[in-house]
């Protein structure tokens, strides 16, 4: 065994498929990606070279641009009221005494759900004539709202769908921060007389700042990269007002088989979401390490 170990050709073995797998399933789909990117490619004739006019469409493309509006949206939802719902929420529940791990359980249940589950689930809760708001508004003399059909209503719906989706994941890696910090140190602001508010303004929030960062920082992205809960539930509609930019880039190469286009775009969606990240990480991003 010993010398079976020592032998190069052992490592290999165990090595080289999981490099053929990963070239063949990773970077062989992202160059071709790249290289389709300045075609005009759709998918079953030759392709032509047709060098950066798929990028230069993008930018003057007034259906794309309302896109990446979209996703400025989801980006200030996310970081702007999502966060400090979270942060309040993690606060609330790492200070029951009974059921914690109930509440536990039930905020991050909805995270491991499909999101086609989750777009169907919602999709009643919005339904105009049986849904459950609609009850709700009726009771009070209110006419129903048409959430996913007017532009107006359908990206607030998507909004608070996806947050409803995704709040429970972060709500537990919060709480999970805010669980290690020692009894120790809160005692000791009690004894000084600080309230609850103070010591979870002045002492917790500080102490759980870059698990908090590190929150941010996967909003962003998952503001970026948000496109199935928009597929299930409106399909970039009603006249696009829920479009984001991949729900744009998946309905131009697969419904209207324009692929290279299509990757063209998938460049500009990673590189928007390389760039905000990065801004991000070089701005606030910065946490020192917090030891107790």
């Known amino acids: 065994m010993k010398n079976t170990l020592k032998n190069p050709a052992a490592y290999l073995m165990f090595i080289i498929p999981t490099i053929v797998m990963y070239g063949l399933f990773f970077l062989y789909p992202m160059f071709s990606s790249v290289f389709y990117a300045f075609t005009n490619w759709n998918g079953l ?17 007034e259906s794309f641009r309302s896109a990446i509006y979209n996703n400025m949206y ?5 970081v702007g009221l999502q966060v400090p719902f979270i942060i309040l929420f993690a606060l609330l529940i ?10 536990k359980t039930t905020v ?21 004539d049986i849904g459950p708001i609609a009850a709700f508004l009726g009771f009070f003399g209110i006419d129903p709202i048409y959430w996913l059909a007017e532009s107006r209503w359908a990206m607030i719906a998507i909004l608070i769908t996806n947050a409803w ?14 669980l290690a910090i020692p009894r120790e ?28 960062s590190v929150v941010v920082m996967l909003s962003i992205a998952g503001a970026m990269r948000v496109v199935d809960i928009v597929l299930v539930m409106t399909k970039g509609g009603p006249a696009g007002s829920t479009e984001v930019m991949a729900s ?24 928007f979401a390389l760039v905000f990240t990065a801004i991000y990480q070089i701005t606030l991003g910065k946490s020192e390490r917090i030891e107790y």
């Open 45 to 61: 004739d030759e392709t032509r070279f047709i060098g950066l006019d798929n990028f230069k469409t993008a930018f003057v493309d």
């Open 74 to 78: 989801f980006i200030l939802f996310s």
């Open 94 to 103: 790492s200070n029951v005494k009974k059921l914690k791990g109930f509440y």
């Open 108 to 128: 991050f249940m909805p995270s491991i759900l499909s999101t086609s589950v989750i777009g169907i689930l919602w999709g009643f809760i919005y339904d105009p």
């Open 165 to 178: 989706q995704w709040v429970g994941f972060y709500i537990v890696l919060i709480l999970a921060a805010i």
């Open 185 to 212: 140190i809160e005692e000791a602001a009690s004894i000084d007389g600080a309230t609850a508010t103070q010591r979870a303004w002045y002492l917790t929030v500080p102490l759980i700042k870059p698990i908090i």
């Open 248 to 271: 744009y880039m998946v309905n131009k190469a697969i419904n209207y088989g324009d692929y290279g286009y299509g990757t063209a775009l998938s460049i500009i969606i990673f590189a």
